[in-house]
């Protein structure tokens, strides 16, 4: 957003926030700014909706009257020359402005292949009879989600997917035209952070929603198949699980002494800073994770699945450590633990990847293309 208002677009943001700040840079950036309350959407309204509707999920997660109003408010007292979704909650809402407005330029930013991500998740549940029942949702899911993702990339003008492989499977869907268009991050506040000793000297950390299947699959994971052979060759080791909302699977790890589940916390940087080893071991997902990102631009030494890595171009061995077996994984682990020169070789590798490759200054323009692209049609 930043980076269009930078360019001279006029920019109107419509979004969900249930304490909206009243004075943060977007009030710069943007000519008008209409925020709603999130909608409250139980248990009992997902299933609801999954017996008695043939929507996903996520195409009702943030369906709100309140926002439909607003909507049809600010399209009907402004002009506007394309209207950008980001995220398939969002973009269901495109259906109705494309009923409403016929001939208005739709954008729909992708930040994953929402029904491939379903696959990936049936995949990895199916195999575990306690998984049965999410195996099960994911299967509905992905069904559901193949034909609303691909109603959603009909009628925009243009997809944005954020990687080449969410490209190619967004494409199956029709024939928009799709522009990958990376998640980026300001790299230049990661750069100098200095190193954080509160958290022992072997120290892996994992940061992301704690309440997310694949993330709460991760850490389950490395929990119970690869840390054991890690503690066997580091006794000392504490393994930091950072993010909001941990689900109640974790709550059995709270036991092991060498496992701490922080829940949310002000600032995810002092736990990038005091990372020996940061961990991406993800068994399921698509687009590409910001988490990752982050973790690289501060000069951590990584160790990631296939997965986890997917769609950012990474070479194992050089920006990071690539392993998707529990014995290489915690190989890899080790070896980071046991080499300081290898883990900073392996974090400035990484750190100039990502400011070649993912600082916005590379990203935004790729962004600005394709509302030039627009603009001239």
């Known amino acids: 957003?930043?980076?269009?208002?930078?360019?001279?677009?006029?920019?109107?943001?419509?979004?969900?926030?249930?304490?909206?700040?009243?004075?943060?840079?977007?009030?710069?950036?943007?000519?008008?700014?209409?925020?709603?309350?999130?909608?409250?959407?139980?248990?009992?309204?997902?299933?609801?909706?999954?017996?008695?509707?043939?929507?996903?999920?996520?195409?009702?997660?943030?369906?709100?009257?309140?926002?439909?109003?607003?909507?049809?408010?600010?399209?009907?007292?402004?002009?506007?020359?394309?209207?950008?979704?980001?995220?398939?909650?969002?973009?269901?809402?495109?259906?109705?402005?494309?009923?409403?407005?016929?001939?208005?330029?739709?954008?729909?930013?992708?930040?994953?292949?929402?029904?491939?991500?379903?696959?990936?998740?049936?995949?990895?549940?199916?195999?575990?009879?306690?998984?049965?029942?999410?195996?099960?949702?994911?299967?509905?899911?992905?069904?559901?989600?193949?034909?609303?993702?691909?109603?959603?990339?009909?009628?925009?003008?243009?997809?944005?997917?954020?990687?080449?492989?969410?490209?190619?499977?967004?494409?199956?869907?029709?024939?928009?035209?799709?522009?990958?268009?990376?998640?980026?991050?300001?790299?230049?506040?990661?750069?100098?952070?200095?190193?954080?000793?509160?958290?022992?000297?072997?120290a892996i950390v994992f940061t992301g929603t704690m309440d997310y299947r694949p993330n709460v699959d991760a850490v389950m994971w490395f929990a119970e198949a690869i840390l054991p052979a890690i503690v066997a060759q580091f006794p000392d080791v504490r393994f930091y699980v950072v993010g909001q909302r941990p689900h109640a699977r974790l709550d059995p790890l709270r036991d092991n002494p060498h496992i701490v589940i922080t829940g949310a916390v002000p600032e995810i940087a002092p736990y990038l800073q005091g990372a020996q080893v940061y961990i991406a071991p993800l068994r399921m997902g698509s687009g590409t994770r910001f988490k990752l990102l982050e973790a690289m631009a501060a000069g951590c030494g990584v160790v990631s699945t296939d997965i986890g890595a997917q769609g950012l171009g990474v070479q194992s061995g050089h920006e990071m450590l690539i392993a998707d077996t529990p014995a290489d994984f915690a190989r890899c682990v080790n070896n980071l633990l046991a080499d300081e020169s290898r883990r900073k070789e392996m974090g400035a590798a990484a750190r100039q990847f990502v400011q070649t490759h993912f600082d916005w200054s590379v990203i935004v323009p790729r962004l600005l293309g394709v509302y030039n692209q627009l603009d001239r049609h």
């Not at 419509?14 to 700040?21: D, E, I, R, S, Y």
């Not at 977007?26 to 925020?35: D, F, Q, S, V, Y």
């Not at 954008?107 to 995949?123: C, P, V």
Request: charge should be neutral.
């Open 1 to 202: 957003m930043r980076g269009a208002a930078e360019a001279g677009h006029s920019l109107h943001l419509l979004c969900f926030a249930a304490n909206p700040p009243t004075n943060t840079p977007l009030h710069k950036w943007c000519t008008g700014i209409a925020i709603v309350p999130p909608p409250t959407r139980h248990i009992k309204d997902r299933l609801r909706d999954l017996a008695l509707t043939s929507q996903p999920d996520m195409g009702r997660r943030f369906w709100s009257d309140v926002m439909v109003e607003e909507l049809r408010k600010l399209l009907a007292e402004q002009t506007f020359d394309v209207v950008h979704a980001e995220s398939l909650e969002m973009a269901a809402y495109l259906p109705l402005i494309h009923e409403w407005y016929p001939n208005l330029p739709l954008i729909y930013g992708s930040l994953n292949a929402e029904a491939d991500l379903q696959r990936t998740m049936f995949s990895t549940d199916r195999r575990n009879p306690q998984r049965f029942i999410g195996a099960v949702y994911s299967w509905v899911q992905w069904r559901r989600l193949t034909r609303f993702e691909g109603h959603i990339c009909d009628i925009a003008a243009h997809v944005l997917a954020v990687s080449a492989p969410d490209r190619a499977l967004l494409q199956k869907w029709s024939s928009t035209p799709v522009t990958v268009v990376e998640n980026g991050i300001d790299t230049a506040p990661y750069v100098q952070l200095p190193r954080n000793q509160d958290l022992g000297e072997q």
